[in-house]
């Protein structure tokens, strides 16, 4: 199977192809000490050092921060988002 992504060639006449913004989620589940920083959750999710760590909270996202402790609660769900533009 070819996992290389190509974009579609227009056929003669037909409008040129615009960029679209996609989400892409990948769902991964770990069992994880109950008091760890932000940074130990980015290592064991294999989150990139320079993306965004939130949980996902009532009312709104709470970023997560590296250096930040966290207490972690069973059924907690977070997720990483790049922190420079363009996002949404």
């Known amino acids: 199977m070819d996992r290389h992504l190509q974009e579609p060639h227009p056929a003669d006449g037909d409008a040129q ?3 679209a913004r996609i989400t892409v989620m990948i769902e991964k589940r ?3 000490e109950a008091a760890v ?6 290592e064991l999710a294999e989150i990139p050092r320079d ?8 009312g709104g996202n709470e970023p997560i921060h590296d250096d930040d402790s966290v207490e ?5 769900h977070f997720f990483a988002r790049s922190s420079t533009p363009p996002f949404v």
Request: proline share 4%.
């Open 51 to 58: 993306v965004a760590l939130y949980r996902r909270a009532p």
């Open 37 to 42: 920083t932000g940074r130990r959750i980015k």
């Open 17 to 19: 192809v615009s960029e």
């Open 30 to 32: 770990l069992m994880i």
């Open 72 to 76: 972690v609660r069973d059924g907690d």
